[in-house]
Every structure is written in C-alpha cells, then in structure tokens.
C-alpha cells in the first residue's frame, strides 16, 4: 500500500459511523443528510486516492477509473452513489431505501478494495545481476595455448642439452691433456690423433714454443 492509498483509507474510515447508521430506519430528511455527509468523506478519499485534485463527482471517478485506481466495478458503485447523493441533495426530495442501499454499497466497494490494497505485500526489492562479460576472442589463428607451451618447455630443455655436450667436450680434452706426459710442458703436440696419442707418444714429435 503507498502513501496515497493509506491518505484514501483513513479519509474513508473517518465516516465510518456514518455508514454503519444508515438504514431504512431513519427519517428520510435525517437518510437524507447522512447520504450527504458520507459522500463528502467518499470523494475527500478519492481525491487522497489521486494524490489531490480538484475534480469532483464524476470527472473525479472517470479520472481515477483511467488511471486505473478504481475497478470497473467501484466505478459503477460510485456512481451510483453519487445518482443517490444528487437526490439527496434536493429540498424537496425524500430520500428511498434504495437511495441507502446505494450510498452504502458505493462506500463498501471502495473501502474493501483500499483494505485488499492494505494486506497485499510490499513488493520486494531485488538486486540487479550483472551479467559475466564474454569471453574473449581467441585471436591466435585457432591455435592452441597448451601447444605454445609445450614447445616453450620444449625449447627450455634443449639449451641445458647444448650446454652438457659443451661441458662433455671440454672434458674430452681436458682428459686428453691429462694423457700427455708430463716431462713436456707448454708443448704443441703435432701429427697425433687423439686415439693414437697414448700409443705413439714416443713416436711422434713435438715444436717447443
């Protein structure tokens, strides 16, 4: 319920007593001056209904049945209402038990949906969600990541491969110099072959520097 339906529904309940007395009972004079009383409540609570207007009578109810304030079915009560509140407007009118049936069907239909209104629940606010963003554009020409991976790693393990046969050859030759005798420093070995070096050591010359 919003503010203006709460505004419409205490105007209405303030003329309560005044529905609830009249009946067929009364004089017509005294039917006559509470049909009078409980319209002027009805329309102060249809104008609270609009949120304040000027309008009255019927421009009052055409304008809250556009809005769609008003039922269809309030709206024809309503009018009928207020057919029973011009009667009873009139000096020399005396007012009918139809004219009581009207003014207080007009008044229930209105009160009744304004208390519907009053136990509906309040409309539960929930939390936008906003959506993932796509993801995005493979733009390496279909290829695979997990293979530009692999062949990183690939190339990672051949450079320690390259450094073991640079480190295997040194070593080579660092054994072969170990081979050589030892009476003959800073000395170029000339003519030998590295598999006859430790056959024909004799045999071979040598150039000292």
Same mark, same amino acid.
């Given at each position: 319920?919003?503010?203006?339906?709460?505004?419409?529904?205490?105007?209405?309940?303030?003329?309560?007593?005044?529905?609830?007395?009249?009946?067929?009972?009364?004089?017509?004079?005294?039917?006559?001056?509470?049909?009078?009383?409980?319209?002027?409540?009805?329309?102060?609570?249809?104008?609270?209904?609009? &949120? $304040?207007?000027?309008?009255?009578? %019927?421009?009052?109810?055409?304008? !809250?049945? /556009?809005?769609?304030?008003? =039922? *269809?079915?309030?709206?024809?009560?309503?009018?009928?209402?207020?057919?029973?509140?011009?009667?009873?407007?009139?000096?020399?009118?005396?007012?009918?038990?139809?004219?009581?049936?009207?003014?207080?069907?007009?008044?229930?239909?209105?009160?009744?949906?304004?208390?519907?209104?009053?136990?509906?629940?309040?409309?539960?606010?929930?939390?936008?969600?906003?959506?993932?963003?796509?993801?995005?554009?493979?733009?390496? &020409? $279909?290829?695979?990541?997990?293979? %530009?991976?692999?062949?990183?790693? !690939?190339? /990672?393990?051949?450079?320690? =491969? *390259?450094?073991?046969?640079?480190?295997?050859?040194?070593?080579?030759?660092?054994?072969?110099?170990?081979?050589?005798?030892?009476?003959?420093?800073?000395?170029?070995?000339?003519?030998?072959?590295?598999?006859?070096?430790?056959?024909?050591?004799?045999?071979?010359?040598?150039?000292?520097?």
């Amino acid at each position: 319920m919003n503010g203006n339906q709460q505004s419409a529904l205490a105007a209405l309940k303030s003329v309560e007593p005044i529905a609830l007395r009249l009946d067929g009972s009364r004089s017509a004079e005294d039917r006559a001056a509470d049909i009078l009383e409980l319209w002027q409540g009805t329309e102060t609570s249809l104008r609270a209904l609009m &949120g $304040g207007s000027q309008l009255s009578g %019927q421009g009052l109810i055409r304008e !809250l049945r /556009q809005r769609e304030l008003i =039922s *269809l079915g309030q709206a024809y009560a309503l009018l009928e209402f207020l057919g029973a509140r011009d009667r009873a407007n009139r000096t020399t009118y005396k007012a009918t038990d139809n004219d009581v049936v009207v003014a207080r069907e007009g008044y229930r239909q209105l009160e009744a949906g304004l208390v519907a209104a009053a136990s509906e629940p309040a409309p539960q606010m929930t939390t936008p969600v906003t959506p993932l963003p796509p993801p995005p554009e493979d733009t390496s &020409g $279909g290829d695979s990541i997990v293979p %530009q991976a692999e062949e990183a790693g !690939l190339l /990672q393990k051949k450079a320690p =491969s *390259l450094r073991s046969a640079a480190r295997k050859r040194k070593s080579t030759s660092q054994e072969s110099s170990e081979d050589l005798p030892q009476h003959l420093p800073r000395t170029i070995i000339i003519g030998m072959s590295t598999d006859s070096l430790s056959s024909c050591v004799l045999n071979s010359f040598s150039v000292k520097i």
